[in-house]
């Protein structure tokens, strides 16, 4: 069975980089044809898909967050991880790391498996 766990701090400062990694056990992060994301989910609000990266080390950003969004990959260990820089408050969420067929989904049936999810405050 294919599961993924999210790993990182569950606060951060204002102004700081929120550094996040995704395990994935049950199947190979090489695999061809996925999608591995980041998606977020704010208090009160949706989900928001956040960016993601292929195994082949592709990357794919939201614009509204592209320009302090960085997606990597390491298949040496299975892993990918997430950095956003200069948080706010408003980047306070549930993060969560996802597979997928497809980019851009908003709705937990756009992902095929999920993580639990990591709660990450951002204050001072």
């Known amino acids: 069975q294919v599961q993924l766990q999210e790993s990182g701090p569950g606060l951060v400062k204002p102004s700081q980089t929120l550094s996040l990694t995704c395990t994935v056990s049950?199947?190979?992060?090489?695999?061809?044809?996925?999608?591995w994301n980041w998606i977020r989910q704010p208090p009160g609000k949706g989900l928001e898909w956040m960016g993601a990266?292929?195994?082949?080390?592709?990357?794919y950003s939201n614009p509204s967050l592209k320009s302090r969004t960085s997606i990597s990959v390491d298949t040496s260990k299975n892993q990918f991880t997430l950095q956003l820089t200069s948080v706010t408050s408003e980047d306070t969420a549930v993060y969560y790391c996802?597979?997928?067929?497809?980019?851009?989904?908003?709705?937990?049936?756009?992902?095929?498996?999920g993580g639990q999810g990591t709660k990450v405050t951002v204050s001072s």
């Open positions: 990266t292929t195994a082949s080390g592709s990357n």
């Open positions: 996802a597979r997928s067929h497809a980019l851009g989904g908003t709705k937990w049936s756009d992902y095929l498996f």
């Open positions: 049950g199947a190979s992060i090489t695999t061809n044809y996925y999608y």
